[in-house]
């Protein structure tokens, strides 16, 4: 069965920066998008950026522009996540999930809650 | 960015009864919209794509559809299971925006 398992929770200090990484199982790696989506506390989601393991192309929201970096090892099927310079409005559940191009997201991890906290 | 509202926020119903919600875009994305539920604690579950296709495995008391840049999800009596927060979500440009949910409660 697909499952996208995640890293475990992080706080991390202000400045600093973070990493998730997504483990995908249960299809062929190469032919899904992996998207990344966070949710702040009480909000809605909010997509950040995509990346395509075949060849292993990113965008990104304007918004992440400059400290958001997608990445991904296609031998052990994870994709990571590196979020630089952080600030407590960083502080939210990352989820990384399968789509295509478009973000139709059918499988989801079950999400990291990464605390940014001086 | 496009923006999407939802709207009512919240919405509160029996078991049973039948409830829309409605998402409405701040320009035209055509059928580019997405439905989720989210429950607490969980990540969330596709339910509605291409602004009315059932995603396989969704309960088919599901429904959505749509009218220029108003989109509408319903439900069609209402299971326990139905109470969570439902989000849309346009994926017709970068940032793919959603709204800000609409909770459906008890």
């Known amino acids: 069965q697909v499952q996208l398992v995640q890293s475990g929770a992080e706080v991390m200090k202000p400045g600093a920066s973070m990493q998730v990484s997504c483990k995908a199982s249960?299809?062929?790696?190469?032919?899904?998008?992996i998207h990344w989506v966070r949710q702040a506390p009480g909000q809605g989601p909010e997509w950040m950026g995509r990346?395509?393991?075949?060849?292993?192309?990113?965008t990104y929201a304007q918004k992440f522009q400059g400290r958001l970096t997608v990445t991904g090892d296609t031998s052990s099927r994870t994709v990571y996540m590196d979020l630089s310079s952080l600030t407590p409005e960083d502080t939210a559940v990352y989820y990384c999930?399968?789509?295509?191009?478009?973000?139709?997201?059918?499988?989801w991890g079950q999400g990291t809650l990464i605390t940014v906290s001086s | 960015d496009i923006h999407m509202t939802q709207s009512p926020s919240s919405l509160s119903a029996s078991v049973g009864d039948r409830v829309s919600i409605t998402c409405r875009a701040s320009?035209?994305?055509?059928?580019?919209l997405v439905w989720y539920q989210q429950k607490p604690g969980k990540a969330p579950n596709l339910l509605i794509y291409?602004?009315?296709s059932l995603q396989g495995g969704a309960p088919s008391r599901f429904s959505a559809s749509r009218s220029g840049t108003e989109f509408t999800l319903t439900i069609n009596s209402l299971q326990p299971e139905d109470f969570a927060t439902y989000y849309c979500?346009?994926?017709?440009?970068?940032?793919?925006?959603f709204g800000q949910g609409t909770r459906l409660e008890i």
């Open positions: 249960g299809y062929m790696f190469h032919t899904y998008y």
């Open positions: 320009e035209k994305i055509s059928t580019f």
């Open positions: 999930a399968r789509g295509e191009l478009l973000p139709l997201l059918d499988f």
């Open positions: 990346f395509n393991p075949n060849g292993g192309a990113t």
């Open positions: 291409g602004a009315s």
């Open positions: 979500q346009q994926s017709y440009r970068i940032p793919y925006t």
